[in-house]
Nanobody
Framework: VQLQASGGGLVQPGGSLRLPCVAS????????MGWYRQAPGEQREVVAQ???????LYAESVKGRFTISRDNAKNTVYLQMNSLSPEDTAVYYC????????????WGQGTLVTVSS
């Protein structure tokens, strides 16, 4: 499985961005898709995830502002980010998790989101 994240960039506070993550390869193995982020000097943290049944989970810090969704026909997961603040500045990574007797994790390369005026 290969994951390609994109869509990062510079955005002003209060602005929006949408990050797509395109999966290729044995995508049918993936049970959970998620978005993580890592700010400078901080540990990587989960932002949102979407399960194969469509259920979603969000970090408290992004609830009501970010939305994770998936387009199965395009093998793509999106992270719609609204009302961005400087605290959202980070490298955003997508992750695919597949259960095959144990969990396998696949990471995309990361895309930088900078929120600044």
């Amino acid at each position: 499985v290969q994951l390609q994240a994109s869509g990062g960039g510079l955005v002003q506070p209060g602005g929006s961005l949408r990050l797509p993550c395109v999966a290729s390869g044995s995508t049918f193995n993936i049970d959970i898709m998620g978005w993580y982020r890592q700010a400078p000097g901080e540990q990587r943290e989960v932002v949102a995830q979407i399960n194969s049944d469509g259920s979603t989970l969000y970090a408290e810090s992004v609830k009501g502002r970010f939305t994770i969704s998936r387009d199965n026909a395009k093998n793509t997961v999106y992270l719609q980010m609204n009302s961005l603040s400087p605290e959202d500045t980070a490298v955003y990574y997508c992750k695919g998790s597949a259960w095959q007797s144990r969990w396998f994790a696949y990471w995309g390369q990361g895309t930088l989101v900078t929120v600044s005026s």
